[in-house]
Structures are given as structure tokens and as C-alpha cells.
């Protein structure tokens, strides 16, 4: 006993971390330093910030940004927003949960090609949806949910909603029922209650897959270029980078680009987890009951 | 807070599917009295308490606060409009909010002026001695803590009726006595109409001007808790109150004298005299005058207490054998089995220490020893 507790003591421990930081280095430290080292790099090996001017000097790259973000953000904010009702309304459990889980999380498992792909002929102008919606007489002539913004949106939501509403359905059923009782006891109707009680401890819930689903969000690429115009009004970031690389053949302009997306993603992260802290300080404060 | 002068619970019943967990639940109590529903778990005493509130709603039964129907199965008052007051067992602050903002939860909702909430959160927090711990969020305080600062919540709103649901089941042992004697304390000062629940009887006895006890979802018996001490209704309430010594016999003879009901009853472990001053009109007396003539077996239940070590007076004495010897500081629980009757066992206590195998007389005083007759369920008649 005393043997395992000085190998333990004397940095034994250590060598337990090793394969995890084996792989956080191989896997993650050193892509993501060198995706770093080359955006500030020409392809001659010299140093420099030409990549991240040439980015932000060509307005067409630098549009990117903002349809990204037109994205992702609406996109965000509606699963969320969405998911935050839903998961109050399923927090004791309703009839048919797990019929309705299954659904939910199906578009997860089967990728993003698969749903999109089937969304270009289910929503296409001679799809399942159109000729429905023209037999019951809502629209004359087909509507375009594909190949522009809509199709991009609906794709994205998609795949991000299951997430945001999973993570935030566990969040609100671990939340004690007997403040719900409480707040009700001590005057306030539900409304009150959700908005003085149980909002606010769902909050770093929000918060989290507010982020989650953020970033997966701005890195859409399957989604644009399956179902929107990638070329044209849903040229989105990842497809700047991917141009770069790929079609340019500058992996240095396109590193510059990732870099770029990981900064706008960290930044919105920041705002989000500000706006976390402001709403709930008991949260870390932690204490024997 | 609107006066009013009785609260009555009207044959309130609340069924789940097929479970009834409150059954024809009838119950009058005046303002400023503090009533205890007492029971073992699964009684349905929390599940009642929830009716009353509103939480749960009833099957069916009414509630009536005066002549103010709140509660008739159909139209009920939703619990926020009540003015009621709940402190559960796990306390249920809201951690978000620091202690201040908890007590002035309410106060917020009804819309009070600031300084007004300021003055009544402190004066409150002063009231379960609290104060400058209005900054502090709930999990930066211990469990006691957190349960005074649950009922400052509750009292600042001056609530018609205040309910406590196990409020001391949380805490140790220690912290319990304390907070008990806090509650009484509050409770002799604010006059706060209240309904506690709880299993433990000591708590029970201790704050309870009525005390309601609860089994299987029934009343089975509502009085002062000097009454149900000394005087329960039926074999159940007699056990949860502690008169362990229930032997089963038949009564042998059964006679008048002085008022009172002598009667020979022959158990497994010899013959038992008791004098029972069941009144002429108590049920109890003619439950057991008709066990008698029909033969039916009785039980008794007598108090470890009432039994002492050494033959008394009279018939109760018996020999009993040692086999389990507890300590207990002022006295020694002892468990015995009675000699040549293995299966009867003898709870008693004792001042003078008794070893573990040792023989030793013990007896009991005819007027301590109850009789009832044993409920229809008992005898397996009526219930699969």
C-alpha cells in the first residue's frame, strides 16, 4: 500500500497523462500551431501578415464573414430559442419522449450529405413539399427551399437543434421540482416562475449550447454548398478556405482564413459566456447543503 | 394576510390510477394552531399536505377556509393564490439568488415599495436569526441555515397557513433539537396557523397542539398529543407511538369493577391482567366487550416503560431471559424472551443494569396494559 501511494506521490501520476497528451499534442497542438505558423507565413517560408491583409483587402473573401454569420447566428438563436420551450414543456417526461428523442436524434446520426441530399429532392421545386403545398392551394407556383438561403438555414437548424435541445432538456430535468413548487407557493404563476426561476438556472445550459451549436453553425460547408449557392449569396467562410486550398492551391491564404474563423467563433464565445456570468452568479459558488 | 377564524378539509380524497393515497380525509382546525400529521412513510401525510396547497390536485373533497370554498375538486384556488406558505424538507432555495433575494421573492411579487421589502427581509432574517447573512448565496451556508432562511421566506409573506414537509428530516440529529425548539419559539410568537408532517413522533409530541395520525392514507386518530400518547385509538397508533409489547391472546374473563373493565387475557407467554378505563361510549370498550363473546383474539400494547425489571404486585410477572441489552445513558434497553416461549418477546426498560443470558423477573401494572380488539385486517377478514 505504501509502494502505490509513493508512486503515486512522486509524479507517478504524470505518466497517466501521458497518452492524453500525447494526443491533445499530436492531434490538435501541433495541426492548430502549424495551420497558425503558415497563415503568418509566404509560401517561401518568410514571415509575414500578407495573408490576413490579402483577406481582409479582397471584399469578396471578406463578405464571407457576414453571410457566415447570417448563418449561423438566426440559425443559432432559433434552435436555441426553440429548445428552450421544448425542453421546459418535456422536463417531467411526456408521453411518446422516446418516439420523439429518436427523431430528434436520427438528422444527427446520419450526417449532413445524407440530410442534405435528401432535402434537394423531399423540398426541391418538383419535391414531396412543393407539389403538396400546391395541391392544398398555399402557393401557385413551387416555392425554392434549395440552392439559396432558406435550404442552407433549414439544413443547419437541422442538424444543430437535436444538440441544443438534448443538452438543454438534461439541464432543466436536473433542476429541482421543489423550487418550481416553491416559487408557486410564494405567489408567482408559471410565467413567473419560468422567468425568475427556472430561466435563469437554465442559463449556463443556454449558454453552452448556444456556443456548441454556434460553431457548428459558422463551420457549415456541406450544408452551402449542397444547398446553396456556394459561388454566389452562400459563399461561406469555410468555402473561402476550401477554395484557397484546394482550388488555389495557397495553403497559407487558406490557413489565414481558419484562423480568422477561429477567432470570430472564440470572440462570440466570449460574448455568450460574458452574458452567462452577468445572468447567474450562484452557479459557482459551490457549498455542502 | 386575510383573517379568518377555521380551516375544514372535507372528505378529501386523492387517488393515483388505482392507488388511493388520501382517503376521505376530514379535518377542522381554528386559526393559530399548530397541527402535525403523523405517520410512516407512504401514509400519504405529504401527498394530504400537497392537496391542501393546491400543488397536488384533489380527486375529490373539499376545502374551505371559513365559509371560502378554495378547493372542490371542480374549481379550485390555484396554490399562488392561497397564501399559504411551504418549507420543504430539502429546503428549496433558490440558488441564483442570495439569501436577501430569496426572502424578498415574494415580497417582489406583491409589488411592495423597496424599502418596504428591505425592512421586512431584515426584520425576518432577525426573526430566525439570520441577520447580515443577506448577501450569502444558499450554498455558502449549512444546512440548518438554509431551512430558517426557507421559513423566513415563508413568514415575511404573513401566510393564512404555513406547511412544513418533514422540514428537519435533512438535518443531524443535533441541529434537529435546535431547530425544533426555534420552530416552537416562532410558532408561540407569530400565532402562524400551521400544518407540519412528519414521522418522528418526538417532534410530533413536541410542537403539535393536534396531532393527526395517518396510515395507509386514513385518519386514525386526531387529538392533543397528550392523548395520543396515553391514549391511542388502535394497535396501529399505540405502535408508532412507541407501546411496543404487542401480544396477541384471547380474553379469558371480562368483568366490571369501579368503573373500569377488568380482563384476564391468556397470551403465548401467560396470563395478563389489565384494567382498562375505556369510557362507556369509546368504541374501544365495545370492540373488546365483542371480541370477548365472540372469542376473537385481542392484542395489547404496553410501553417498554411501563414494564420494570423485578415482580411487582398482582399476576403480570414474568420470567424472562436476556438477550439483547442496549445502553442508552439513563436507562438499559432491554429485549427479553419470556421462559419456556421463545417466540414472545418482552420490551422493557431498566434502571439497573441486567447481563446479557441473565434470568430475570419483570412485571407490569394492570392499569398500563391497553387492550384492543385486532382490525378486521389483522384477522385477514377483508383484505386480500
Redesign the interface.
Known sequence: MNAAKDWTNKGGALVLLVPALVFIVLLFLYPFAYGLYMSLTKADGTLSLANYARFFQDARDLRTIGVTLGIAVPVTLLAVGLAVPLSYHMRRGVPGERLISFFLIVPVTLGTVLISEGMLTFMGPNGWLNQLIMVLGLSQTPIRFTHNYAGVAISVGLQGFPYAFLMLLGYVSGINPDLEKASQMLGANKWQTFWKVLFPLMVPGIAISFCLNFVMAFSVFPSAVLLGQPSGPQRVIAYAAYQWAFEKFNFNAAAAISMIMAAIELFVIAIVLAWRSKMYKGASIVGKG | MRDFKCISVRRMTKQFGEKVAVDNFSLEFGKEEFVTFLGPSGCGKSTALNCI?G?IPITSGEIFIDDECIDDAHKSV????R????V?Q?????????VGENVA??LK??KLGRAEVKQKVDEALRLVHLEGYGSK???????GE?QRV?IA??IV?EPRLLLLDEPLS?LDAKLRVELRYELKTLHERLKVTTIYVTHDQTEALALSDKIVVLRLGKIQQVGTPEKIFSDPANPFVADFVGYKNAWEGRIESLEEKGGALCARVRTKGGLLEARLSYSENDTRRASIVAAFKAGLPVTTAIRPEDIVAGAGSGNNVFHCVADLVEYQGHSNSISACIKGCEESRVDLRSVSSVSFGESFEASVDPDKVLLFALPPEALGVGVP
Open positions: 396547497t400543488l390555484p396554490p399562488e393564490k397564501e399559504f406558505g411551504m420543504f430539502n429546503y428549496a432555495l433558490f440558488p441564483h439568488l442570495t421573492f415574494g411579487l406583491r448565496f444558499p450554498a455558502q451556508m449549512s444546512g438554509q426557507a421566506r415563508c409573506l435533512n
